[in-house]
């Protein structure tokens, strides 16, 4: 969760359909506010699902801590899944799922 000096935001992104992920496919997560501001961003290899992501932002940068949100994106030879709308970030990981973004 959080330090004196860095909040981190953890949790893990999957999707339901039963495809496995092939090799590199790469998952790009955001740290967002209520306001659309970009707090944090990765972007990291996912070897499968769910992909484990972390997210470190400077507390003073941070509002109101309650009211951060996710945006996740995983882009793959098979396709691409993302999320439809913002996910609200809770406790100590977050799960988000994400939905096949037609092409």
Known sequence: MASAHVLTVTGSVTFRE???VPPGAVATIKLVDTEGEVLAATATEAPGVPAEFAL???PSLVNDPSALLIWAMLRTDAGVWGTTELVP?????TAVLLTKIEE
């Open 89 to 93: 970030v809770e406790g100590d990981a």
């Open 56 to 58: 470190h932002v400077d």
């Open 18 to 20: 039963r495809v496995a």
